[in-house]
């Protein structure tokens, strides 16, 4: 069965940083992409960051380019989320795709965490 378990979320004052940490097991995760996406009180989930196997290449979304780095050491991906802002309040979720690349959908991810909370305060 595949586990995916988010860990490192907490409240934080804006200006801020967190890191953020994600484990798969079950597979044999070294092959396949992970990424993170987040969702905020009736908004639909964002897309943030994904890694690629290797962890070489990587894709953000604008909205957190230069902010957030993912970076990720075998099953394990990691989300480092600097300079927060209010606006980044939302429960944060990993997950992981069986397919290559830097996949950016919702369905292109297979499997899911139960996500951890971010709170930022102003």
């Known amino acids: 069965q595949v586990q995916v378990v988010e860990s490192g979320g907490g409240l934080v004052q804006a200006g801020g940083s967190l890191r953020l940490s994600c484990t798969a097991s079950?597979?044999?995760?070294?092959?396949?992409?992970m990424g993170w996406f987040r969702q905020a009180p009736g908004k639909e989930r964002e897309f943030l960051a994904s890694?690629?196997?290797?962890?070489?290449g990587t894709y953000y979304a604008d909205s957190v380019k230069g902010r957030f780095t993912i970076s990720r050491d075998r099953n394990t991906v990691y989300l480092q989320m600097n300079g927060l802002k209010p606006e980044d309040t939302a429960v944060y979720f990993c997950?992981?795709?069986?397919?290559?690349?830097?996949?950016?959908?919702?369905?292109?991810?297979?499997?899911w965490g139960q996500g951890t909370q971010v709170t930022v305060s102003s």
């Open positions: 997950a992981v795709s069986g397919g290559r690349g830097t996949p950016y959908k919702l369905s292109q991810f297979d499997y």
């Open positions: 079950g597979r044999t995760f070294g092959s396949l992409a």
């Open positions: 890694v690629t196997w290797s962890g070489a």
